[in-house]
């Protein structure tokens, strides 16, 4: 299929993709571990900071597959024009973070299968399966592969997942207020605050991610810019609703009622399905365990993808600054050769990770989250360059109220990261 095939001889489930992958990625921790923790402990006081941080973050994210579209080069090419410093911020960003990110959503994901399927593994030899097995799909079929699955799981766990939301709401208890109790926060609540935002609805160094995908799609099948854009909005906004779905699952079950969630991943996984079969009956058990099982297996399948397709690029970006990529990239499968040698270091990253303190999901989650926070800034401001920058022909260049958001948006993450520093 060509560019130059129109949007009405597509169905929109073809014309989905990279934002799908998208929201495949993000509807993980960040909405079943941290959305769920926000409504368990505040009720609904803490969707105005969801929407908010989905709004802030809204410009950046689009910013990503804009760019691909229009340049046909991926934002990492966006960030070498602005200079090597550029790159060089983005690859120790993605090294601080991905074994960390990699082992979380894993660990996560092993401890709800462990959970479901009665296994007898420990959770660290689980999650090594599984990474292996995320590892081998998309070696084998790369990002033909990524999007097909991907897509059908969130469109499953959506269904489910907002099936019981519907069901949830007669159970909220009337204290669960939508005011943010900000008067009454202290050191720690801010803390969790700036851990949440980070991932809502997740890093900002996925629209690197989100411009790669992008090319994929656009190589296998050709996309116009208003194509990846509805693309975008459907997974984004969507996201935003499955995050809003998981407070409202969160202060039905748990909120005011002295339950207190676990820190392990086995411990949650059987907590959270074990409440809402006690708040909406044994039947709701198996619907709400494979929604949350599916939701935590496309973050680990995106993010599987996502790190070693990113530091390939990096490198190639690289390789070609300095004029010495190759005719033809090796390849290992139907991946490149970088992309290989990154699985397999953050495949060993990620399981030292978890052999020291995948006992603990919490810690793992809020200090990759909190990472996330601080340099959102900083991307965000990058990403906003790319895409006003020469390499992107005027005719297709963001209006000036969406590059006026994007510059508020920024000022705004920026403050909140000072804050951030000054509490601590």
């Known amino acids: ?80 024009k602005q200079g090597k410093w550029a790159v060089a911020l983005y690859g120790l960003v993605t090294v601080a973070t991905m074994f960390t990110v990699q082992a979380a959503v894993t660990f996560l994901t092993a401890g709800l299968a462990i959970y479901l399927f009665d296994l007898s593994f420990d959770a660290f030899f689980v999650s090594i399966a599984l990474m292996v097995f995320c590892y081998g799909l998309l070696a084998g ?48 609540d801010w803390l969790f605050v700036a851990a949440l935002i980070g991932w809502m609805p ?124 190759p005719r033809e990239r090796p390849m290992f499968g139907k991946v490149s050769r970088d992309y290989a040698a990154a699985m397999l270091v953050i495949l060993v990253g990620a399981s030292v990770v978890i052999a020291t303190a995948g006992t603990t999901l919490k810690g793992l989650v809020d200090l990759a989250t909190t990472a996330s926070f601080l340099t959102a800034p900083i991307l965000s401001w990058l990403n906003h360059r790319a895409v006003t920058s020469d390499e992107v022909p005027r005719e297709a260049q963001p209006s000036s109220t969406l590059l006026a958001v994007s510059g508020i948006s920024i000022l705004l993450q920026a403050a909140l990261a000072i804050g951030w520093l000054a509490i601590r």
């Open 141 to 188: 079929g790369s990002y033909a592969w990524l999007d097909k699955i991907t897509k059908i799981a969130v469109a499953l766990f959506t269904v489910t997942t907002l099936i019981v939301t519907a069901l949830a709401l007669g159970e909220i208890p009337e204290s669960a207020s939508v005011v943010p109790p900000v008067e009454t926060f202290e050191v720690a």
């Open 202 to 325: 997740s890093a900002i160094d996925v629209s690197v991610w989100q411009s790669l995908w992008t090319l994929e799609k656009k190589k296998s099948e050709g996309v116009t810019l208003r194509e990846v854009t509805l693309d975008f909005h459907v997974g984004y906004i969507g996201s935003a609703v499955l995050a809003l779905a998981f407070v409202i699952l969160g202060a039905a079950t748990f909120y005011d009622r002295g339950i207190e969630l676990q820190a392990t991943a086995g411990g949650f996984a059987a907590q959270l399905v074990g409440a809402y079969q006690e708040r909406l009956g044994e039947w709701s058990g198996p619907l709400v365990g494979l929604s949350a099982l599916l939701v935590m297996f496309s973050t680990t399948f995106a993010v599987s993808d996502g790190f070693p397709r990113a530091i390939a690029a990096l490198v190639e970006n690289l390789r070609e600054e300095r004029g010495t990529t």
């Open 1 to 80: 299929m060509t560019s130059a095939t129109s949007e009405s001889q597509r169905t929109l489930w073809q014309l989905l993709g990279p934002g799908i992958v998208f929201a495949g990625a993000a509807v993980g921790v960040s909405h079943l571990v941290q959305s769920t923790r926000a409504g368990a402990v505040y009720g609904l006081g803490l969707i105005a900071f969801i929407v908010f941080a989905n709004l802030m973050k809204y410009a950046a994210f689009r910013f990503g597959p804009h760019y691909a579209a229009a340049t046909g080069r991926s934002l990492l090419h966006g960030y070498l």
